[in-house]
């Protein structure tokens, strides 16, 4: 099998500093292999650490122990040491990220937030925009909300945004954090589809679901949390 990440006796804790630096451990000795092609969710109970471990995953958090590697087109990066600008470059080409809220950038339209990650890997613009145009479709986003900034839409219609926005690249690592959270049964059956196209094309996907029968629907593996945590 092809091997994606690479999580090696990965540790972290929280040091409050405005809290009489309070130590709260998080992640201790977690280790994990993910190989292309495979959809693994992390579970476990609330505060387990979940988010915890795939944020240190997309490098917003760094973890005081251990390895992180990505491996990607016979190249490996070390991402708890990698650089800003390695770790830059990794979120454009390699990395997707998809949260279970939208960052509303104020004034820019739902489909320019859409077609930006595409723009900035060199695709054409109408290329880009047919590609967004077909995901907020699928996704259910009404056509004359495109050209409006999402800062006024509803729960669902910002994360459906979010999620056209995660899949218009096809990332070869794709990191799922709650994605369908607010999402009626018909959406969140299409996140569903858009998740296991992108394992068909050999994505490796790391992910956080709630629901266990969206979670049984596209798993091919749990990580408990449990086993590795303090
Ligand atoms: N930035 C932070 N600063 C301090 N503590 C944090 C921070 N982020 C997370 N924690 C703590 O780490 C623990 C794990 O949080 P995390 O969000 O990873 O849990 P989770 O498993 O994703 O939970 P849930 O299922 O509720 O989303 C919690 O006790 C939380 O308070
Ligand atoms: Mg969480």
Known sequence: MNIAIEVKNVGKTFILHNQQSAKIPVLGGI???VNYG???VLDGHSGSGKS???R???ANYQPDEGEIIIHHQGMQTELISASPRAIIE???TTIGWVSQFLRV???VSAID???QPLLEIGADMQVARDKAANLLTQLNVPERLWSLAPSTFSGGEQQRVNIARGFIVDYPILLLDEPTASLDSKNAEVVINLINQAKARGAAIIGIFHDTQTRDQV???LFSMQKSAH
């Open 31 to 33: 280790n994990l292999s």
């Open 38 to 40: 495979e959809c693994v």
């Open 52 to 54: 915890t471990l795939l």
């Open 56 to 58: 240190s995953l997309f």
């Open 90 to 92: 990794l979120r454009r």
């Open 105 to 107: 950038i104020p004034r």
């Open 113 to 115: 937030i859409v077609m």
């Open 219 to 221: 798993a091919t593996r």
